[in-house]
């Protein structure tokens, strides 16, 4: 369900989903997954109540709205804030912690250790922390990272990607991915999925990091890589774009995918990560296991302990992983959750 200006109107719960909203950005930044879940959740369902939330019985009585959250709602509607929200904000520690969250690569335990050690500031870790390369860059480039891409730009560095690909290898396909094949207005980086009818993953790797990513870097338009995986299977690359004449860098992923795993990593790469968790747990239920590079069947689980891999059902149809899955098909603009 799409976010929808209007409703936010009309609802009247906007309130209390304002303030809600609010620490579900704050603990997506401490990386505390299950709240960030729990916090969505509640959110949805309250987006779909027709009336006001008051009480903690009422909110308690919505699926998806646990105890603590209840008590949150009610705290809200009477107090028309959170103290929650308040504490967190409280500490300079907090406010330095979240800023170097937001530093591409930097989770949780490293904002900790910067400030732990004494570091203020992005300044301050510029000037005196050791940085690894890849760490340099994102704290340069922070407040580029930062910004949000229209959707139009996402296509251009896509369509860059494309040609040099292409120039290669005229079979080899690129598709946009993540929040920019969900339909969204701006994206927070370029996924670009790298495939080629028939081609194994080995094949599609050498071709990318023996030839495509050097020339992208020699015409300009790639800047720095961030992250690579190196182990044998790797099948990803990340890093820094921009287009010919400007100076903002964007963050770009590039992704390795076998033909045979296409239709997987699809549905794995187009999210969003709410969707996909609920689809990997709908075929866990189903005796199945979805990952990026397909749906495998008779897995044998004993408390929860995979103990084998299964037989792969489907990995390079899209459309046939939703049937076998017993999910009707949901266009990727729809598989917001
Ligand atoms: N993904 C996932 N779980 C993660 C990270 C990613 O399932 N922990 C999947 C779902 C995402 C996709 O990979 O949609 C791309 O990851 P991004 O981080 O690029 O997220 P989006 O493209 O969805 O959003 P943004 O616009 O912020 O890039
Ligand atoms: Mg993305
Ligand atoms: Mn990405």
Redesign the pocket.
């Known amino acids: 369900q799409k976010f929808d200006p209007d409703m936010k109107l009309a609802n009247p719960n906007n309130r209390t989903i304002e303030v809600l909203q609010q620490m579900l950005e704050y603990y997506s930044q401490t990386a505390d997954q299950w709240r960030v879940l729990a916090y969505r959740k509640a959110i949805t369902a309250l987006r779909k109540q027709p009336n006001k939330i008051v009480t903690r019985a009422q909110a308690r009585a919505i699926p998806g709205v646990g105890e603590r959250l209840a008590d949150k709602i009610e705290e809200i509607v009477l107090t028309n804030r959170l103290r929650r929200l308040e504490n967190t904000n409280n500490t300079p520690e907090d406010l330095i912690i979240q800023e170097f969250l937001g530093v591409y690569g930097a989770g949780l335990p490293q904002a900790s250790k910067w400030v732990a050690q004494g570091y203020r500031s992005l300044e301050d870790l510029l000037e005196r922390a050791p940085l690894t390369k890849q760490q340099r860059i994102g704290v340069e480039r922070h407040s580029d990272f930062a910004q949000r891409i229209p959707r139009k730009e996402v296509e251009a560095h896509g369509a860059i990607v494309r040609k040099a690909v292409q120039a290669v290898d005229r079979d080899m396909q690129v598709i946009i991915?993540?929040?920019y094949r969900r339909g969204?207005l701006t994206?927070?980086?370029v996924?670009c999925l790298i495939t080629k009818p028939g081609a194994s993953l080995e094949q599609i790797r050498t071709m990318m990091l023996g030839l495509v990513v050097p020339k992208l870097f020699s015409s300009g338009f790639l800047k720095a890589s961030l992250a690579i995986s190196s182990h044998q299977d790797g099948s990803k690359w990340h890093g820094a774009s921009a287009l010919p004449g400007t100076t903002l860098w964007r963050r770009i992923?590039l992704l390795f995918v076998p033909d045979a795993e296409i239709g997987a990593a699809l549905i794995?790469?187009?999210?969003?990560?709410i969707f996909?968790r609920s689809m990997r747990l709908l075929a866990r239920k189903k005796g199945m296991c979805l990952n990026q590079k397909g749906l495998y069947t008779d897995v044998l689980r004993n408390q929860q302990v995979k103990l084998n891999g299964g037989r792969l059902v489907e990995g390079r149809d899209e459309r046939r992983i939703f049937s076998v899955l017993g999910v009707p098909w949901r266009p990727p603009e729809h598989r917001i959750c």
């Open positions: 991915a993540g929040s969204a994206c927070g980086d996924d992923d794995y790469f187009t999210g969003n990560d996909n």
